[in-house]
């Protein structure tokens, strides 16, 4: 079970962020260098996606790996169909992974509502955006953001109509995204779907 952490402290890379993708078997760690996917079963690494940046949050979502870097870059790789975990061959089209805009400061935190289709982002830079990110056929772009946040944004977790943020400020700050729910006690609201 743990052969994979093993893998990981060989590698000599400090973690900053970790995920874990059951469906597949596979831990993803970013870390200064980059991503790399580590077989839960195997302990084997299982590929790797190069960062000059650093990479500061993981997530894997919609046959996707998302990296966020620590410069506020934020990267889609294209992950290969199937149940084990592999990145796609590059895009032949010469188009990037990044998605832009980036953010100012580096990507703390991601997350994806269960329904899929979407993906959010936190940077330091104290700016949430949401993401129509989860389909090949065309380039991500954003949907929304949210910005004016006083201090650096440390994590995110969302289901299918709540998006909520905390920040260094230990404020922790609830979006609902359903019309048709009752308010949340800041009179938040907005929209997912």
Known sequence: GDAWVEAWRRSGAPALSVVLDERRSTAVVGTAAGATAYSLLAGETLGAVESAAGVRSVLVADGFLFAGGADGSLARHRLAPGPDFALAADKRDGSSNLMLPPHADGVVALCAPPQGG????AGRDGTIRIWD???????????????GY?????SLACDEDTLISDGSDNAIIRHVFDRDKERGPRGEDGGFS
Request: overall charge negative; hydrophobic content about 40%.
């Open 133 to 147: 990110a989860c389909d090949d056929d065309r380039e991500p772009r954003a949907l929304y953001g949210f910005g």
């Open 118 to 121: 979407l993906v959010c982002s």
């Open 150 to 154: 006083k201090v650096w944004l440390g």
